[in-house]
């Protein structure tokens, strides 16, 4: 499961994500954090079945913490299978099938953002 986690120093300073494995024994995997010396992001994956450990733990340490069902989201009405968003992600979310149509695998995005400004039609978006 993977969930997007937001802190900030003004709810304190603790290390969330080391706090969190350290008193429930989770292991989280890391995709993608954005930290400054104010506040951060990160979006973590956790077994299914401790998500909601998790999930309690994070929130109870201050941050604010969104289950996430989706990737990026791409609208196929506007999509014209140009490729331009293949070029640019770091995941390799992104392909053609046999076709040439675009196929998504929404399940490697990490929300980084790369592809929302390459696609000249402006089919992708971010989750909210």
Known sequence: ?????????????????????????????????????????A??????????????????????????EHGIGVDMSECVDCGACISVCPREVFSFDADYKLVVAEDKCVLCGKCIPACPHKALSLPV
Request: proline residues 3%.
């Open 43 to 68: 979006l973590i994956e956790v077994p299914d079945d401790q998500c909601k450990l998790i999930r309690s733990t994070m929130t109870r340490l201050g941050a604010t913490v969104r289950q996430l």
């Open 1 to 41: 499961m993977r969930l997007l986690v937001n802190f900030s120093k003004k709810k304190g300073t603790a290390p969330i994500i080391a706090q969190a494995v350290k008193d429930t024994g989770v292991l989280i995997n890391v995709e993608r954090a954005v930290i400054d010396s104010s506040e951060g992001e």
